[in-house]
């Protein structure tokens, strides 16, 4: 399977991880909350120590005003990552000072780390979670407690206590793998998607090449003869002049031999926009071509009905026959079924076949990683090709079948009849001849 592109991984061009302005609001949002929360406690006669709460919070909206002076300035992952860290310790000092694991409001620690699971990577999520772990236990061990108006101190039972705790603990760990899971998977899907309309377009283009250059060909043969006439006729006024005589023949021969490049041209041109349904074994043998010379012998039994050439479902198919070579000791073979209403293709090699662990999950994309993950032996590939087959064959109304055949894998296409058949059309003639 092709390997997906990666993105520049350079200082300079690396995706900002979340935007300036999405963690400054967020800030926003929790310092109205923690002013809203103050002004309540103090309503209801409830005692802590309002002055350095006041100043925590003071220091968080300094530090937006002081970020706001900077418009439009990029994020990068470091920055990302100290912000997120200055919201920990200012929200672990703030529960440290009123009151501790007996704040119900405590569970606000684990916005920054969530944050941080939906857009920072891996090793940059679990060192703010351990650091919020640890500031979390610090800010209950050593929390000053909560009166009330009569000053009865406020405290949780033990028991309680270490239960809040263990929750806290508990929802670092669940709300950021959770969050950095949906993530990933939703990340991976856009950017499979994206290879997918990248690979679509490219086939498409070269139709339209296709057709550009039949179309120039065409319209550039009058010309080219008239220049072979005129050369041809100076040669025959020219014999007093052997210099130049040499010259007209040269020319009268570059017109010939570029109307011979233009007939070529023009010829292959016509077969890639006009031809636009063709017999079921010519689109495989146009899907299976660009693997045939690459070791294991491709091999196509197939006769069936005149379909459409869809550069979608050639390139689909392409993309499964590749993926078929890759893994066959020594053959890929190409079959085709046809019953009342249905038309199937199926393409097995004699390779290891797929991990039955995987066979529910084939065709998702990014499946397998070079990094580890179970793999066909000696493969290294994304998973990402038979997702792009995948979703261009379903877009045709195909259903794709993943299996074992013993040896090797085996894939079924299976297309409705009425989506995939095409009436039969004639290619059109060639091109003019220049005389």
């Not at 684990?110 to 857009?119: C, D, F, G, K, R």
Request: hydrophobic share 50%; aromatic share 4%.
């Amino acid at each position: 399977m092709p390997r997906p592109i990666a993105p520049p991984s350079g200082p300079a061009t690396q995706a900002e991880p979340i935007r300036m302005r999405t963690l400054i609001l967020l800030r926003w949002f929790a310092i109205a909350g923690q002013t809203a929360a103050v002004v309540v406690a103090h309503l209801m006669g409830i005692g802590f120590a309002i002055g350095p709460v006041l100043a925590l919070i003071a220091a968080a909206a300094a530090l937006n005003l002081w970020q706001g002076l900077w418009p439009r300035r990029r994020t990068s992952a470091r920055l990302a990552v100290v912000h997120l860290a200055f919201d920990v310790i200012q929200i672990s000092a703030l529960m440290a000072l009123t009151g501790g694991l007996a704040n119900p409001f405590a569970l606000l620690v684990l916005a920054p780390v969530t944050v941080a699971a939906t857009s920072l990577d891996t090793r940059q999520t679990v060192a703010l979670g351990l650091a919020t772990m640890i500031l979390v236990s610090l800010a209950s061990r050593f929390a000053l407690p909560l009166h009330d108006a009569d000053g009865t101190e406020l405290a949780l039972a033990p028991v309680l206590a270490l239960g809040h705790w263990a929750a806290l603990m508990i929802g670092v760990v669940f709300f950021a793998g959770y969050a950095h899971r949906v993530t990933a998977e939703l990340q991976a899907t856009s950017n499979a998607l994206f290879a997918t309309q990248m690979a679509l377009a490219r086939e498409q283009r070269l139709q339209h090449l296709g057709g550009v250059v039949a179309a120039a060909a065409h319209e550039m043969g009058t010309p080219l003869a008239t220049i072979k006439l005129i050369a041809a006729e100076l040669a025959d006024e020219l014999d007093d002049r052997p210099d130049l005589q040499a010259d007209a023949i040269a020319l009268r021969d570059s017109a010939v031999r570029c109307g011979d490049i233009l007939r070529s041209m023009g010829r292959a041109g016509k077969d890639d926009l006009h031809l636009r349904s063709a017999p079921l074994r010519t689109v495989l043998e146009d899907a299976a071509e660009p693997h045939a010379g690459r070791g294991p012998v491709v091999e196509i039994r197939a006769d069936g009905p005149q379909i459409r050439r869809d550069p979608a479902v050639i390139h689909a198919l392409r993309n499964l026959i590749q993926n078929a070579v890759d893994f066959a000791a020594a053959r890929v073979v190409i079959e085709s079924q046809a019953g009342d209403g249905w038309l199937a293709v199926t393409i097995r090699d004699d390779g290891p076949g797929y991990p039955p662990a995987l066979l529910a999950r084939i065709g998702d994309p990014y499946l397998t990683s070079k990094r580890g993950g179970p793999q066909r032996e000696g493969y290294d590939g994304m998973g990402l090709g038979l997702f792009i087959a995948k979703t261009l064959l379903e877009r045709s109304g195909a259903r794709l079948d993943f299996d074992n055949g013993g040896p090797g894998a085996v894939v079924t296409v299976r297309w409705p009849l009425d989506r995939i058949a095409a009436d039969a059309r004639v290619a059109l003639g060639d091109n003019p001849r220049m005389t």
